[in-house]
């Protein structure tokens, strides 16, 4: 089973770039899920049609589904949702609805994780398109698995220990309900959950992920900063798609000519911190992008006759490593010829390299904003800067 991830800043095209990918996806004859991860629910708005809370068949080959938060915390949920309830109540806190547990952070990731690796399991799906939450969230819901484990155990590993101890003494320790078999259940459900999903996350053959961006500034640098970090966690990042590029023939006034020409920057902004990955490119509309029909002309415009399924990369172009105390991070720079490399430190967070006529803009990770540069040297293709942390 494939799994396309979308993610990007708010407002630049997720929704409408997910729901085109599965619609096109779905006619080509695969069997799609479309899914939201995103609690500001907009699928249903974007496909011109009211969803529930279940997967849902809206067309041949076309399954959608948002995960609903609170729906979950009721069904799949409810048995450490019941003990969470009644730990509380016992530190004379009041109970805690579903509502309130819903707002825990990571429970809507956690679900909707749990579906990929259940529809995985069941082969139900050939590909999963899913839409998510603006950049930050999602970047939290990538990293969720490694994060999850940790706290299970140190967290429920402390449980399991007091628990031992509080069976050997008949529950004397303290006035705190033990977690039942059914919870440890439960929790080593959502242990065992996280360990396949992050090896589907992590397959570059199954996962990819695709950043949607639009030319502008700001957008830009915040896509950089995701690419970084979806790159530190092992994902394959095949795909930047560009949306709402002002098409030329936008008009001929001199508001129409400043636009163009600014946006002519940052597309070279663009090429200079993502190249060489795969650039998909969508105008703007002429009008609301709503409705299948307009799904399918944002298909048409972004995929061409290409089949959306398509792998384009084995590896997102920049890697790292970390070996003997220095970080490497890897760039591959197939078009470059050679020569001598060139480092300019922009700000504490980003570096500009050049390799003979070519530059690059990279963002580091927050880990290596004070580490110094050890060296870097082009070989094979590949750039590759060195560094050194205090
Ligand atoms: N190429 C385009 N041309 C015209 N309108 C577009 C285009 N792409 C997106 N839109 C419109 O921009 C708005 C935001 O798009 P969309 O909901 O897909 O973005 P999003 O990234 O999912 O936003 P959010 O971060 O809020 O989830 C929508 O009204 C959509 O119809
Ligand atoms: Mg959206």
Same mark, same amino acid.
């Given at each position: ?102 707002? +825990? !952070? ?7 994780? /749990? ?6 399991? %069941? =082969?139900?799906? @050939? ?118 590029? +002002? !098409? ?7 508001? /129409? ?6 946006? %002519? =920057?940052?597309? @070279? ?122």
């Amino acid at each position: 089973m494939r799994l396309i991830i979308f993610t990007g800043k708010g407002g630049v095209g997720k929704t409408s770039t997910s729901a085109a990918t599965a619609y096109r996806l779905s006619e080509l004859g695969y069997r799609t899920l479309l899914m939201s991860t995103d609690s500001a629910h907009s699928l249903g708005d974007s496909l011109d049609m009211k969803l529930g809370t279940e997967v849902m068949n809206v067309a041949e080959n076309l399954d959608v589904l948002e995960v609903d938060i609170i729906h979950e915390m009721r069904t799949r949920w409810s048995t450490i949702q019941d003990y969470i309830s009644a730990f509380m109540l016992s530190q004379g806190m009041g109970e805690i609805s579903a509502e309130e547990m819903a707002i +825990l !952070p990571g429970m809507e990731m956690i679900s909707a994780l /749990f579906y990929v690796n259940q529809f995985n399991r %069941e =082969g139900r799906y @050939d590909v999963i398109v899913m839409d998510t939450a603006p950049t930050g969230e999602t970047l939290r819901l990538l990293s969720f698995p490694d994060v999850t484990n940790w706290y299970i155990d140190r967290g429920f590993g402390v449980i399991k220990k007091l628990l031992g101890i509080a069976r050997a003494t008949v529950g004397k320790i303290m006035d705190m309900p033990l977690p039942s078999n059914e919870v440890m259940e439960s929790v080593e459900d959502i242990k065992r959950n996280m360990e396949d999903v992050k090896e589907i996350l992590e397959d570059p053959e199954r996962t990819t992920v695709r950043l949607v961006l639009n030319p502008e500034r700001m957008v830009i640098k915040e896509t950089m900063r995701a690419y970084t970090y979806l790159c530190l966690y092992n994902k394959n990042v095949d795909t930047l798609i560009v949306n709402r590029v +002002l !098409p030329k023939e936008a008009g001929d006034g001199d508001y /129409f000519r400043e636009k163009l020409g600014e946006q %002519e =920057g940052y597309l @070279d902004m663009i090429h200079s911190a993502f190249d060489p990955m795969k650039m998909r490119f969508c105008r703007t509309m002429r009008t609301e992008l709503r409705g299948t029909d307009k799904l399918r002309l944002m298909a048409d415009e972004v995929y061409g006759h290409d089949d959306p399924f398509q792998i384009h990369s084995r590896s997102s172009p920049m890697r790292f490593t970390h070996e003997g105390g220095i970080d490497n991070l890897e760039m591959r720079m197939p078009f470059v010829e050679g020569g001598d490399v060139e480092l300019f430190r922009l700000d504490p967070s980003s570096i500009m390299v050049h390799v003979g006529s070519q530059k690059r803009n990279i963002q580091l990770p927050d880990t290596l904003i004070n580490a110094d540069i050890a060296g870097a040297e082009f070989k094979d293709s590949k750039l590759i800067i060195r560094f050194k942390r205090d």
